[in-house]
């Protein structure tokens, strides 16, 4: 089965934009059939979904984060990248990327806490 | 938007049934997903559309959906089904929802 890894910066300030990545292993980004994504779990609550990405480049994104977000591929490095722009403390969440699969996620990362603080 | 509510905690004897719903305008037209999220871990899917169990989680793992709630059930509940549940569905116009979590204490 694939895993999942987040990395990037567990403190970013405010304004500025929030870059992770996720790296995949133990399969390929590019075998299809799934798609890849980003959740978050601002800390002590629930779940919310960012977005997610095909490997093919083709994006969908929560319509309240839309704005804010870009989701990137790149199949060479078997990776894909969150930026979340303008960021404010109301984004300081735990960060986890999972590969999502028809309509349920599984795997997910181990998830990154990203603070946003001056 | 879609929204998915679930009661904040459920305690159950060790041993007996545990049910955990998950309540959202006609939820029965979706298809149902659950994870468990242990404290420090990240989730883990435990049951898919509604009734389907991944290999590796065990049968005491069970779900339905009907009308306007979702129920997780937990047989035989032991003191490692200790954690956090999240039901979540996929809306048109909203996305992928998740639950509010539910908080399911063994006693």
């Known amino acids: 089965q694939v895993q999942l890894q987040e990395s990037g910066p567990g403190l970013v300030k405010p304004s500025q934009t929030l870059s992770l990545t996720c790296t995949v292993s133990?399969?390929?980004?590019?075998?299809?059939?799934?798609?890849w994504s980003w959740i978050r779990q601002h800390p002590g609550k629930g779940l919310e979904w960012i977005g997610y990405i095909y490997y093919s480049g083709s994006t969908y994104y929560n319509p309240s984060l839309k704005s804010r977000v870009t989701i990137s591929v790149d199949t060479s490095k078997n990776q894909f990248s969150l930026k979340l722009s303008s960021v404010t403390a109301a984004d300081t969440a735990v960060y986890y990327c999972a590969s999502l699969l028809i309509e349920w996620f599984d795997p997910w990362g181990q998830g990154t806490l990203v603070t946003v603080s001056s | 938007s879609y929204e998915l509510t679930q009661p904040l905690s459920v305690s159950v004897a060790l041993g007996q049934t545990a049910r955990i719903t998950c309540g959202g305008n006609?939820?029965?037209?979706?298809?149902v997903h659950w994870y468990q999220q242990k404290p420090g871990q990240a989730p883990v899917l435990v049951i898919y559309?509604?009734?389907n169990r991944p290999s590796g989680i065990p049968e005491r793992f069970s779900g339905s959906n009907s009308g306007n709630t979702a129920t997780l059930t937990i047989s035989r509940a032991q003191a490692g089904d200790e954690a956090d549940y999240y039901c979540?569905?996929?809306?048109?116009?909203?996305?992928?929802?998740f639950g509010t979590g539910t908080k399911v204490t063994v006693l």
């Open positions: 133990g399969g390929s980004i590019s075998s299809g059939g799934y798609y």
């Open positions: 006609n939820i029965g037209s979706k298809n």
């Open positions: 979540q569905v996929w809306d048109s116009s909203t996305g992928f929802v």
């Open positions: 559309r509604d009734s």
